[in-house]
């Protein structure tokens, strides 16, 4: 079963709009991970989130991470059309012996 | 490609036939994982791998086996393709260390089976 849900399934969004996505899951986890996947392409590591971490950032991104509501958001400031992907929240779970659980994934459109 | 090839890049087999999809990875590291991405489902885990020899099962693994026989290399087998086996095939490596752990993806294998 998927450790993460993605929510909203899908974002349209005009360039230059921020775009905020949001991941629940069901465990206890070490860290959760953001990944983005391009049309056709492999899925690529944006940015990772400890456990005892509430909020990191990195370039247009911010994600915060709350443990005790079991939820993380990824914002991704001042958009451009190049963003436009799926993006797949993926969480370590305590115990899971190195494997990742990927939630459904949200498609996000940026409209120039 | 993140450093991880898969071959081949598509394929078409038809119901009962057998396969072998090859990833490869040019770095050293020791987890490597095999994916199915169908749509509406995400990224499910088939099998996975923590060093060469080594071999588990994921969320998915019946009709697939694998081998790690080097640590380059991770191979997945279709022993007797089914249509239910028609998907999209990453395979990724992993490092994980105290304070970091992220996968790299390969570019994908399309598998459609008849």
């Known amino acids: 079963s998927q450790q993460g849900e993605e929510d909203p399934q899908a974002l349209s969004i005009q360039e230059g709009e921020n775009a905020t996505m949001n991941c629940s899951y069901k465990?206890?986890?070490?860290?959760l991970q953001w990944y983005r996947q391009n049309s056709g392409r492999g899925l690529v590591h944006l940015i990772l989130?400890?456990?005892?971490?509430r909020e990191k950032h990195s370039g247009r991104l911010r994600v915060t991470l709350d443990t005790s509501k079991k939820s993380s958001s990824l914002l991704i400031t001042a958009s451009r059309a190049a963003d436009t992907a799926s993006y797949f929240c993926?969480?370590?779970?305590?115990?899971?012996?190195?494997?990742?659980?990927f939630g459904k994934g949200i498609t996000l459109s940026v409209r120039p | 490609n993140a450093g991880v090839t898969q071959t081949p890049k598509f394929r078409v087999l038809k119901t009962g036939q057998s396969m072998t999809l090859l990833c490869a990875q040019d770095?050293?590291?020791?987890?490597m994982y095999w994916y199915r991405q169908d749509p509406g489902m995400g990224l499910r885990l088939i099998h996975y791998?923590?060093?060469?020899?080594?071999?588990a099962k994921g969320e998915v693994p019946d009709g697939y086996n694998v081998s790690r026989l080097k640590k380059q290399n991770f191979l997945l087998g279709l022993e007797s393709a089914a249509p239910s086996q028609t998907s999209v095939y990453f395979c990724?490596?992993?490092?994980?260390?105290?304070?970091?752990?992220?996968?790299?993806f390969g570019p994908g294998t399309r598998l459609t089976v008849t």
């Open positions: 993926a969480t370590d779970a305590t115990g899971a012996n190195s494997k990742l659980t």
């Open positions: 465990t206890s986890i070490n860290n």
């Open positions: 989130i400890r456990s005892n971490e």
């Open positions: 770095m050293n590291h020791e987890y």
């Open positions: 791998s923590v060093g060469e020899g080594t071999t």
């Open positions: 990724a490596r992993g490092i994980i260390g105290s304070s970091y752990y992220e996968q790299y």
